[in-house]
């Protein structure tokens, strides 16, 4: 059980230990423990329980296929596919959430078409934009975006063209559930300033204190640097959890409030979540973070859209 307490843990941005580790100790028994941990995690609740399952990706950053390079290669949106088809066979109301840079460290709008037409593949539920989507002459993979069906989070910002929700609701039996984001100006270190992007600080407090009152459960999508998410924290002390994305690390925080998510990077590893509502006291809060190794299986579907890419790239 997780005992929250105001508290910012040292130095997770940068704890990188974790990942060496992981990476050491992946072998062919990973697909089985995902198997075994996906049950727990994954199973669906009766629609009476009080609880919430969520897969958290962040920083994919255009990583689509596993690189088979060095000493157990992780990654890859099709192997995450696959995941995600099997999780949501056990648990239809599974949420999936992605905290933004998806797309390309740069503009390469034939890679960054792919990523988006995997995507739509993955359907996640919620989709952040962040500044690898928003980076400079990526207009092309902005234009894809508009024009998608996908359902974006932004809290404190605007873009135009795009239709934002500033907020997003969810039950968990009788409890009350808000999801917030937050782009941290700091993510942009090439130029703060993004054409159609404009920030709205009054607009996020305002709807921050509109889930303070309103909600049971409050988290949010923060993207930005290490500074800048301490002072969120002291500034937003009502928040409960949240998801990093920018952040490279993979080492969560459960035991503090708020509770910490952290992604990892280049699609190496998915969060499974699982929140867990009690009638006194804060939430049971569990994470899992699965290994994106060679032993998980591909899905056909974005299998086929990576292959009508290579082909096409090397007729050019």
């Known amino acids: 059980m997780n005992r929250f307490r105001h508290q910012v843990p040292p130095c997770f941005f940068k704890d990188f230990f974790y990942l060496k580790l992981f990476r050491k100790t992946v072998s062919i028994a990973v697909f089985s423990l995902f198997l075994f941990f996906s049950q727990s995690l994954a199973q669906a609740p009766a629609a009476e329980e009080d609880s919430l399952q969520i897969v958290y990706l962040a920083n994919a950053s ?17 192997h995450i596919a696959f995941l995600l088809k099997e999780l949501r066979k056990k648990n239809p109301r599974l949420l999936f959430i992605d905290g933004g840079d998806f797309t390309n460290t740069y503009p390469y709008n034939a890679l960054n078409k792919l990523i988006v037409d995997i995507y739509k593949a993955l359907r996640p539920d919620y989709l952040m934009l962040a500044d690898q989507e928003m980076q400079q002459d990526n207009e092309y993979t902005l234009t894809l975006l508009r024009q998608s069906s996908f359902r974006f989070l932004a809290t404190n910002y605007d873009i135009s063209g795009f239709n934002l929700n500033s907020s997003v609701k969810i039950s968990a039996g009788k409890k009350k559930i808000v999801l917030l984001s937050y782009l941290d100006k700091s993510s942009f270190w090439y130029s703060k300033s993004v054409k159609g992007l404009s920030f709205n600080e009054e607009k996020f407090a305002r709807v921050y204190r509109q889930a303070v009152q309103g909600s049971d459960f409050r988290m949010v999508l923060f993207h930005g640097e290490d500074a800048g998410l301490a002072e969120f924290i002291k500034k937003f002390p009502e928040i409960d959890l949240i998801f990093l994305g920018h952040s490279q690390s993979a080492k969560d925080w459960l035991d503090r409030k708020p509770a910490i998510i952290a992604p990892g990077s280049d699609t190496e590893f998915l969060t499974l979540l699982s929140l867990r509502f009690q009638n006194n006291g804060p939430p049971l809060v569990k994470s899992r973070k699965i290994p994106i190794s060679l032993q998980i299986p591909t899905e056909p579907v974005v299998e086929k859209l990576i292959l009508h890419f290579k082909k096409t790239k090397e007729q050019k």
């Open 62 to 78: 255009g990583v689509f296929e596993n690189c088979r390079c060095g000493s157990n290669p992780l990654g890859g949106l099709d």
